[in-house]
């Protein structure tokens, strides 16, 4: 089985702005892996070119052992896509969102089975525009898991959401996982990680700079009793993840 | 996937059609606004029916003769009654006979009304005397459904309403939804290029039934504004057209990620064409040295093959000059859309 993604020497600049500077990383299949950094680490430019919305200037990438270039549309049917704030179309309800988003995929369950999943069926009726922060989170959710993936890609999910909402999404998020599907997500929460992640990397101005588990790379730092990936990533860094 | 109504584009075209539909204003100006615009400007510059005379009489004998003439209307009053009518306006004219057969006629010669009244009433009088015309005559009336302002003005508000309704409407949603960042949401799934473009298409041309269907079908039963060319002639026009507007439509939106960009650059399109192309008068006004760049609009191209079709009942071979401008609108403009399109 290739691993779910490869990632080498990947290279992007806008500009001036090297937002990716050498990157190397692999992926098994079968794990939810995290992509932790600050804001502007690169971590939303790493994940766009793996799902193959940005070109990188040089590199390669391998996603489920295949490239853009050559298997772009087969490619799509796999990957379920969750982008850092997309706003659906206020007017539709969320089963004819759901419905025009399950019409682009060969297979995948019903609508309704994927309402379900997120637990909006309550919602079905419900103009996009009347649904509270979370609730629009879950039917991106569904939106991304509605052509039955084996990759899944979230970018930023909980981010903005009261801790409720962020709750009821991890549990989505591993109900996913328990099913062997693979999970890239990049997060700056490192409780979200460390509730979600078997693996992890930290990326730094374009690059990694740690790989592991969340235990693993909590063990390597201080005297691994009390330490946190918050002091994980103080240490390797010498800055705080957030600023706030 | 083997229902229709699961087919991507069915699926996106109904976004459209919802987000329009939704969207009560939008539905108000596209299609009501221009029957409004008929309305009132169809009774502004309608054309009269010729007037008909009242006139008044003292006696029955005048009275029945007088009824026979179609020009007049008659009323036999008493004399006092007569003359106060007379007096205030009521009438134009007063015919009164005297004992001995003579017939008085009484009216203001100032007044041209009165003197047709004068004259209509005696060759009614003389006619019903027994009066026999020497010459034969028969009218013919060359006041024509067809050369009326409102004639001209319907086929130019149509033309306007798929120009504005098709720039405007278009441009909005598409970069709207590239704002949203859901274009680029789209993109990540399986979507197909082609029907997210084509979804936009499709939508005008659904509204286009109502868009062309009700103004002309209003000013018809309004106005008698006729539609002497076939069905399938409309047809085509209109369809082309809508294509070609949403062409450019798609070019003007291919860009912005604003949309105040967009709609300055659909300011920049379309006002030109309400002052120039023909709506409201005839471009026909403006210098010899202008025309051959009116003519090149796409807004002219329409509403003179909406006229020549309407009104003349022109084929799709006399109008084929317009299409062809439509036609070159759709294909270049597509074309540079497809290039310089903004997918996320």
Same mark, same amino acid.
């Given at each position: 089985?290739?691993?779910?993604?490869?990632?080498?020497?990947?290279?992007?600049?806008?500009?001036?702005?090297?937002?990716?500077?050498?990157?190397?990383?692999?992926?098994?299949?079968?794990?939810?892996?995290?992509?932790?950094?600050?804001?502007?680490?690169?971590?939303?430019?790493?994940?766009?070119?793996?799902?193959?919305?940005?070109?990188?200037?040089?590199?390669?990438?391998?996603?489920?052992?295949?490239?853009?270039?050559?298997?772009?549309?087969?490619?799509?049917?796999?990957?379920?896509?969750?982008l850092?704030?997309?706003?659906?179309?206020?007017?539709?309800?969320v089963?004819?969102?759901?419905?025009l988003?399950?019409?682009?995929?060969?297979?995948?369950?019903?609508?309704?089975?994927?309402?379900?999943?997120?637990?909006?069926e309550?919602?079905?009726?419900?103009?996009?525009?009347?649904?509270?922060?979370?609730?629009?989170?879950?039917?991106?959710?569904?939106?991304?898991?509605?052509?039955?993936?084996?990759?899944?890609?979230?970018?930023?999910?909980?981010?903005?959401?009261?801790?409720?909402?962020?709750?009821?999404?991890?549990?989505?998020?591993?109900?996913?996982?328990?099913?062997?599907?693979?999970?890239?997500?990049?997060?700056?929460?490192?409780?979200?990680?460390?509730?979600?992640?078997?693996?992890?990397?930290?990326?730094?101005?374009?690059?990694?700079?740690?790989?592991?588990?969340?235990?693993?790379?909590?063990?390597?730092?201080?005297?691994?009793?009390?330490?946190?990936?918050?002091?994980?990533?103080?240490t390797?860094?010498?800055?705080?993840?957030?600023?706030? | 996937?083997?229902?229709?109504?699961?087919?991507?584009?069915?699926q996106?075209?109904?976004?459209?059609?919802?987000?329009?539909?939704?969207?009560?204003?939008?539905?108000?100006? *596209?299609?009501?606004?221009?029957?409004?615009?008929?309305?009132?400007?169809?009774i502004?510059?309608?054309?009269?029916?010729?007037?008909?005379?009242?006139v008044?009489?003292?006696s029955?004998?005048?009275?029945s003769?007088?009824?026979?003439?179609?020009?007049?209307?008659?009323?036999?009053?008493?004399?006092?009654?007569?003359?106060?009518?007379?007096?205030?306006?009521?009438?134009?004219?007063?015919?009164?006979?005297?004992?001995?057969?003579?017939?008085?006629?009484?009216y203001?010669?100032?007044?041209p009304?009165?003197?047709?009244?004068? $004259?209509?009433?005696?060759?009614a009088?003389?006619?019903?005397?027994?009066?026999a015309?020497?010459?034969?005559?028969?009218? $013919?009336?060359?006041?024509?459904?067809?050369?009326?302002?409102?004639d001209?003005?319907?086929?130019?508000?149509?033309?306007?309403?798929?120009?504005?309704?098709?720039?405007?409407?278009?441009?909005?949603?598409?970069?709207?939804?590239?704002?949203?960042?859901?274009?680029?949401?789209?993109?990540?799934?399986?979507?197909?290029?082609?029907?997210?473009?084509?979804?936009?298409?499709?939508?005008?041309?659904?509204?286009?039934?109502?868009?062309?269907?009700?103004?002309?079908?209003?000013?018809a039963?309004?106005?008698?504004?006729?539609?002497?060319? *076939?069905?399938?002639?409309?047809?085509?026009?209109?369809?082309?057209?809508?294509l070609?507007?949403?062409a450019?439509?798609?070019?003007?939106?291919?860009?912005?990620?604003?949309?105040?960009?967009? *709609?300055?650059?659909?300011?920049?399109?379309?006002?030109?064409?309400?002052?120039l192309?023909?709506?409201?008068?005839?471009?026909?006004?403006?210098?010899?040295?202008?025309?051959?760049?009116?003519?090149?609009?796409?807004?002219?191209?329409?509403?003179?093959?909406?006229?020549?079709?309407?009104?003349?009942?022109?084929?799709?071979?006399?109008?084929?000059?317009?299409?062809?401008?439509?036609?070159?609108?759709?294909?270049?403009?597509?074309?540079?859309a497809l290039?310089?399109?903004?997918?996320?």
């Open positions: 089985m290739p691993p779910a993604l490869r990632l080498a020497n990947l290279r992007k600049a806008y500009g001036d702005v090297i937002a990716v500077n050498g990157l190397n990383l692999e992926v098994p299949a079968g794990q939810c892996f995290g992509l932790l950094g600050p804001n502007g680490a690169g971590k939303t430019t790493t994940i766009e070119i793996c799902e193959g919305l940005t070109t990188p200037d040089s590199g390669v990438v391998e996603v489920l052992g295949r490239t853009w270039a050559r298997d772009a549309a087969a490619l799509r049917q796999r990957l379920g896509i969750q850092q704030d997309t706003q659906l179309a206020d007017k539709l309800t089963f004819e969102t759901v419905r988003f399950r019409s682009f995929y060969h297979h995948g369950p019903a609508p309704d089975d994927v309402i379900a999943l997120v637990q909006l309550e919602k079905r009726a419900a103009r996009v525009i009347e649904l509270s922060g979370g609730q629009k989170q879950r039917l991106a959710l569904a939106c991304a898991l509605v052509g039955d993936p084996e990759l899944l890609f979230l970018d930023e999910p909980t981010t903005g959401l009261d801790p409720q909402a962020r709750r009821q999404l991890w549990d989505l998020i591993d109900t996913f996982r328990k099913a062997g599907k693979t999970i890239l997500l990049t997060t700056h929460y490192m409780d979200e990680a460390e509730r979600l992640c078997d693996d992890l990397a930290i990326m730094d101005r374009g690059q990694v700079i740690a790989r592991g588990t969340p235990r693993g790379l909590i063990d390597a730092t201080g005297d691994g009793q009390t330490a946190t990936l918050e002091d994980v990533f103080v390797l860094t010498g800055r705080h993840l957030r600023d706030d | 996937m083997t229902r229709l109504a699961d087919h991507p584009l069915v996106l075209t109904l976004v459209r059609v919802r987000e329009f539909t939704r969207e009560p204003e939008a539905v108000f100006w *596209s299609l009501l606004f221009p029957v409004l615009i008929t309305v009132g400007l169809g502004a510059f309608q054309s009269r029916p010729p007037d008909v005379l009242k008044a009489t003292t029955a004998t005048l009275a003769s007088l009824r026979l003439e179609p020009g007049l209307d008659v009323v036999q009053l008493e004399p006092v009654a007569a003359a106060r009518q007379l007096a205030i306006g009521g009438v134009v004219l007063l015919a009164e006979q005297s004992a001995d057969g003579l017939v008085t006629y009484r203001d010669d100032t007044n009304e009165s003197r047709t009244a004068r $004259m209509l009433a005696d060759r009088i003389q006619r019903g005397a027994g009066r015309d020497p010459v034969a005559t028969t009218d $013919m009336l060359v006041q024509e459904v067809g050369s009326r302002y409102v001209f003005l319907v086929p130019g508000l149509v033309g306007l309403g798929v120009m504005t309704n098709t720039l405007w409407g278009l441009s909005f949603s598409i970069v709207d939804s590239r704002r949203r960042k859901l274009t680029k949401r789209l993109m990540a799934t399986p979507m197909s290029r082609a029907h997210y473009l084509l979804s936009y298409l499709v939508w005008r041309l659904l509204v286009l039934v109502v868009e062309v269907g009700v103004p002309v079908a209003f000013g039963w309004a106005f008698g504004v006729p539609v002497r060319g *076939s069905l399938s002639a409309l047809v085509v026009i209109s369809v082309v057209a809508s070609s507007f949403s450019q439509a798609l070019l003007l939106a291919s860009r912005a990620r604003t949309i105040e960009a967009a *709609s300055g650059l659909v300011n920049l399109m379309s006002v030109p064409m309400w002052i192309s023909g709506v409201f008068f005839s471009a026909q006004r403006f210098p010899d040295a202008v025309q051959p760049f009116i003519a090149a609009l796409p807004l002219t191209a329409l509403n003179d093959a909406l006229r020549a079709h309407m009104l003349q009942g022109a084929s799709l071979a006399e109008v084929a000059p317009q299409l062809g401008v439509l036609a070159a609108w759709l294909v270049i403009c597509f074309a540079l290039r310089l399109f903004r997918w996320r």
